[in-house]
């Protein structure tokens, strides 16, 4: 892939080149051609002004001409300073073309290692279950005294694993929708708040834990829907990660000319090596949370990083082992 692009970028800095040696090339010629016209104009005309000047012509009167070999020297004299200066220009141009080609290339660089990234670790994500399906299948298969109880449970494993399946699959398919815009409006953050709660409160029911909102009613604009989705996959992760009876905090204030929503939890915490890492894709850890429930496939934080990143906000994370984790969401705020 790296030579690849090494070539598109050589092959670019050579189409910038050839573009630029045609443009001087050209403009060289234009002036060359005018300037020799206006020389020997200039030459005509102090021919006729010293003609029109003249005394009758004496016997011994010079006549005063230009040596042939005087001009040609003027001309190659003019010659070889545009020449000169033509590949000044192509020396620049091939600077400056090497340079704009990889700032042009750059951009498609990173998407291509990005999409290649995706591609990689979702197949990684994807051979698992899929590697775990086949083989209780194939060992279901083989045992000749397969009884019903064995059966039933062999199914129920594979169920399992399908449900891992179609939540990977949910999950890509979100990655790949929220690459696009979605529709701006302008909504109560409080609203937002409580219509993501009212989605997680059976799973903080489960785990006896109370969900706290202290939200003002401010005014931002986004994708509503974007938006609800991201503070169900916060508070999901909240809930997920902390332990029975414990209290989820929300609150909102006003930060410069955003809206800043904290999700507080009194969860298991994060490393510090770990914290710089939540947000990438399908990045998951067993020090942070092995008390936590560790199923999924470390794609929901990176999904919230994509929501927030595509309303024109920024979202970052603060934790502290064993106390709990603080997850900071800015959105534009609204001022109309």
């Known amino acids: ?9 050589v092959k670019l800095t050579i189409w910038y080149i050839l573009i630029a040696f045609l443009i001087t090339t050209f403009f060289s010629a234009l002036a060359f051609g005018g300037l020799r016209v206006e020389f020997e104009r200039g030459i005509q005309r102090q021919r006729d ?10 016997p011994l009167a010079v006549n005063r001409r230009i040596d042939p070999k005087v001009l040609q020297e003027i001309r190659d004299w003019l010659i070889v300073r545009i020449l000169i200066a033509d590949g000044l220009i192509i020396l620049i141009s091939a600077i400056s073309g090497w340079f704009l080609a990889g700032r042009a290339l750059r951009p498609i660089k ?15 994500e994807l051979r698992t279950p899929l590697t775990a399906l086949m083989a209780s ?9 397969l009884t019903l109880p064995r059966a039933e449970k062999l ?3 594979n169920l399992k694993d399908v449900k891992d399946l179609q939540t990977l699959s949910e999950d890509l398919l979100a990655l790949a929708k929220y690459n696009t815009n979605g529709k701006t409006t302008i909504m109560n953050i409080r609203e937002v708040i409580d219509e993501a709660k009212g989605k997680v409160n059976s799973l903080a029911k489960l785990k006896k834990i109370t969900i706290s909102v202290s939200a003002k009613n401010y005014s931002v604009k986004g994708d509503k829907n974007k938006l609800i989705q991201l503070f169900v996959i916060l508070f999901d992760n909240a809930i997920k990660y902390s332990p029975k009876e414990k209290m989820i905090k929300i609150k909102t204030e006003k930060s410069g000319r955003y809206v800043k929503v904290s999700v507080i939890d ?12 939540i947000f990438d894709r399908f990045y998951r850890t067993d020090k942070a949370r092995t008390k936590g429930d560790s199923s999924g496939f470390g794609l929901g934080l990176s999904i919230a990083k994509k929501i927030v990143k595509e309303n024109n906000g920024f979202i970052t994370a603060e934790s502290t082992v064993s106390k709990g984790s603080t997850f900071i969401v800015n959105l534009p705020m609204d001022k109309s």
């Open 110 to 124: 990173l998407m291509v290692d990005e999409q290649n990234r995706f591609i990689s670790d979702a197949s990684h």
């Open 49 to 58: 002004v010293e003609s029109r000047l003249q005394i009758p012509p004496a």
């Open 155 to 157: 199914l129920t494993d």
């Open 1 to 9: 892939m790296l030579n690849t692009f090494r070539s598109a970028r």
């Open 137 to 145: 299948i194939e060992v279901g298969l083989r045992d000749k005294t």
């Open 266 to 277: 009194q969860g298991y915490g994060i490393h510090g090596e770990d914290l710089a890492h």
